[in-house]
């Protein structure tokens, strides 16, 4: 008997999601994360965390900026930018302007850093991830490093704490895949459609997965069109293949 797949009490967190927390809690001031999908890593992480929380993110592009509400206010702060205008690009977009204003940023947090690898060549940068460390760590301040490929550096070795953001495993995608129904307000999946959904996303990244299930919706279906979600699977293995 195939039987319809009622909402689970307890979440099914990603394994990157309990050991990140587990580090947070530990006061771990530098992490590295490699991973295949730097944005959605980000996103995943950061909805993850207390929404209270200063979370901010950085790239070279658009300077330090804040996720949560107090990220913002954190950031527009560091980048004496009182009145949000944008401009904190202008102040912080090279890694070394972030690193050296980040040092002021207030207790609890969290700073996610875009990395590309050849930005490890410059020694300032080096010594500035390294300068953190140990302000870091007193007041639970966390330095999050990402990158597709990280390699952290011989003379950072001591100082990051590097995880990997492993594919998906069946029980999350599952999870997954029943939260798509429920926001579809659709009957929940059934064992048989979840083993089938699940199968058809094994082996890809959490946000292209998500992303495939949610375009394989069929009104007509009432459901998950198995076929479509194969299609995209193709694509997405043969675009990374490219």
Avoid: H
Avoid at 216 to 239: N, P, T, V
């Amino acid at each position: 008997m195939d039987l319809a797949v009622t909402e689970s009490a307890t979440e099914v967190l990603p394994k990157l999601v309990k050991t990140f927390k587990a580090a947070r809690r530990g006061a771990t001031p530098e992490i590295g994360i490699n991973t295949s999908d730097v944005n959605a890593c980000i996103k995943l992480l950061a909805k993850n965390m207390k929404q209270e929380l200063p979370i901010m993110v950085w790239d070279i592009a658009t300077g330090l900026n804040g996720i949560t509400d107090n990220g913002g206010v954190e950031a527009n702060k560091l980048c004496d930018n009182a009145g949000g205008n944008n401009d904190n690009a202008l102040k912080s977009a090279r890694p070394t302007d972030c690193l050296s204003r980040i040092r002021k940023s207030c207790g609890g947090s969290m700073i996610f850093m875009k990395m590309q690898q050849e930005y490890f060549n410059d020694p300032v940068i080096r010594q500035g991830i390294s300068n953190l460390r140990d302000d870091f760590k007193l007041d639970r301040r966390t330095l999050v490093l990402l990158a597709v490929d990280l390699i952290i550096p011989a003379t950072l070795i001591n100082d990051i704490v590097l995880l990997d953001d492993d594919l998906p495993t069946p029980p999350e995608l599952g999870d997954m895949v029943g939260k798509l129904y429920a926001s579809a307000n659709l009957e929940p999946p059934t064992t048989g459609i979840l083993a089938k959904a699940t199968d058809a996303l094994i082996g890809i990244p959490y946000f292209p997965a998500e992303q495939a299930t949610s375009m394989s919706f069929s009104k007509e279906l009432q459901g998950l069109d198995m076929d479509a979600m194969w299609e995209r699977k193709r694509k997405q293995i043969e675009a990374n293949m490219g």
